[in-house]
């Protein structure tokens, strides 16, 4: 399955950093901030990040009205929409595939025995092959209103999902959820084994943590003007110091993604709505 057309402008990117850094802007139409056109490149995304590697590898034009209607019923279907954090993890998905061309391993979607179920761990977890090697990618998503909030609670995070014991029980779960006949599944089982030392799966694992949060930069400007890309790349810088100067964990690869958005309560209701428009077909 082919990935959806590019739809971030990647305005600052520093990958010689530790950790780097990768500032996504959404950008303007005719005035205003494109909410509307985020959406639907999210909703585009849904087939690939909530469908298993069989299904997808058997989408066609046959079934593919079908398999988009099974997809947005396994995001979620609940009415209480406000603090969910699914889009979160699809904006995610799509960041870390436009931005470095990752491939999806599994989805948490897979981990749900119910459909209005959350499910705690890692946010994404995605490969990159590189040469003969192959990168584990696990992510860590905070979709906020408040920056600071996120990388309060994203760098707890942090620290908590890489403790010893609970990586190996996600291992072990993330393991029972690969699909045999994917085409990087031994390779990616060999790291997760629990006879791979945590020393040479922290060797290969990358960490893509993406937070947003309400920007004052992009509430004030109604087009992407050289004014506008200034003070972007000034706000991102400011917001990169805030979370490096905080105590991150040590020896594992972290890239930053940052997406400042308009206004995050507006976002989710339209990304809800949208939804339920798809779930009615």
């Given amino acids: 399955m082919q990935a959806p057309a590019p739809f971030f402008e990647v305005r600052v990117s520093n990958l010689d950093w530790d950790p780097t850094l990768i500032g996504l802007c959404v950008g303007y139409e005719l005035g205003l901030w494109r909410e509307d056109a985020l959406v639907d490149h999210l909703m585009e995304w849904l087939p690939e990040f909530c469908l298993t590697f069989e299904e997808i590898s058997n989408l066609d034009a046959s079934n593919m009205v079908s398999m988009m209607r099974e997809a947005v019923r396994k995001l979620y279907i609940s009415g209480k929409f406000e603090r969910r954090g699914e889009f979160g993890e699809v904006l995610l998905h799509a960041a870390v595939r436009q931005a470095f061309s990752s491939i999806p391993a599994i989805s948490k979607i897979y981990y749900k025995s119910a459909l209005n179920e959350t499910v705690k761990g890692f946010d994404a977890v995605h490969v990159v092959p590189n040469a003969d090697e192959l990168e584990l990618w696990l992510g860590e998503v905070k979709f906020y209103k408040n920056l600071d909030s996120a990388i ?8 908590a ?69 200034k003070a972007f790349q000034e706000e991102l810088i400011a917001s990169y110091k805030k979370f490096t100067n905080k105590d991150l964990p040590k020896n594992i690869a972290i890239h930053l993604f940052l997406v400042p958005i308009k206004d995050k309560a507006d976002l989710i209701k339209k990304l809800d709505q949208k939804l339920k428009i798809w779930q009615a077909i």
């Fill in 161 to 229: 999902h890489l403790e010893k014991d609970y990586l190996r029980d996600e291992f072990l779960l993330i393991k029972g959820k690969i699909d045999d006949n994917w085409p990087y599944a031994e390779k990616l089982k060999k790291i997760l084994h629990h006879n791979t030392s945590l020393d040479e799966v922290f060797s290969k694992a990358v960490i893509p943590v993406l937070l947003t949060y309400e920007s004052q930069t992009v509430l004030s400007h109604t087009q992407c003007s050289e004014d506008y890309k």
């Fill in 152 to 159: 309060r609670d994203v760098v707890e995070e942090l620290h």
